[in-house]
C-alpha cells in the first residue's frame, strides 16, 4: 500500500501507468526514470503473493472472519493485476509464448538427436545391488568400461 500511496487518485489503471511507468507511453527515459520504483512494486507484491500463499488455505485459523478473507484476497489480487499490468506497459515482461513455436521449429529444423547406445550391462540390478553382490571392485571395473568406451 506505502508503496502505491503517491499514485494520483482515481487510482485506476492508467493512474498507475502514469507513476510508475511514464505520461507518455513512448517516452523511454521517463520509463528507465521510473525503473526503481517499478522493481520496488515486483518485490513486495511478489513478497505479498508469497505470504498469502502460504496463508491462504488457513485464513480461519488465523483468525480471520469470512469476510476478512475474501477482503483480504481481492486485496492481493488487485496489487497482482497491477504488477502484471505495469510489467506489460514497461517492456519488462516478455511473454515467452509468442517465441515458443519459433523456437520449436528451430528445434526441430536444426537439432538432431540419434538414438541412444547400450554401453554396459548392469543386468537390471541398481547401483546398491551392484556394490553389495560385486564390491567394490565390481563397481569400479564396470565404470572403468563405460569410461574406456568410444563417444560418438
Not at 522493481?39 to 511478489?46: I, P, Q
Not at 503473493?49 to 483468525?63: I, P
Not at 517492456?91 to 536444426?110: F, N, Q, S
Request: with cysteine.
Amino acid at each position: 500500500r506505502a508503496i502505491c500511496e503517491p499514485v494520483s487518485p482515481p487510482r485506476d489503471t492508467a493512474a498507475y501507468l502514469h507513476y510508475f511507468v511514464s505520461e507518455d507511453p513512448g517516452d523511454r527515459e521517463a520509463i528507465r526514470r521510473n525503473e526503481q520504483r517499478r522493481v520496488a512494486l515486483y518485490k513486495a507484491v511478489r513478497r505479498l503473493v508469497r505470504a498469502y500463499a502460504n496463508l491462504a488455505n488457513e485464513m480461519d485459523a488465523a483468525g480471520y472472519a469470512p469476510a476478512q478473507a475474501e477482503c483480504i484476497h481481492q486485496e492481493v489480487w488487485y496489487y497482482e493485476t497491477i504488477r502484471k499490468e505495469v510489467e506489460l506497459a514497461s517492456g519488462d515482461y516478455v511473454d515467452m509464448k509468442h517465441y515458443e513455436p519459433a523456437m520449436r521449429h528451430l528445434l526441430d529444423a536444426y537439432i538432431q538427436v540419434d538414438e541412444s547406445q547400450v554401453i554396459a550391462q548392469f543386468e537390471d540390478q541398481g547401483l546398491v545391488d551392484l556394490f553389495i553382490h560385486g564390491g567394490l571392485a565390481s563397481l569400479t571395473q564396470n565404470f572403468r568400461r563405460v569410461c574406456a568406451s568410444p563417444r560418438p
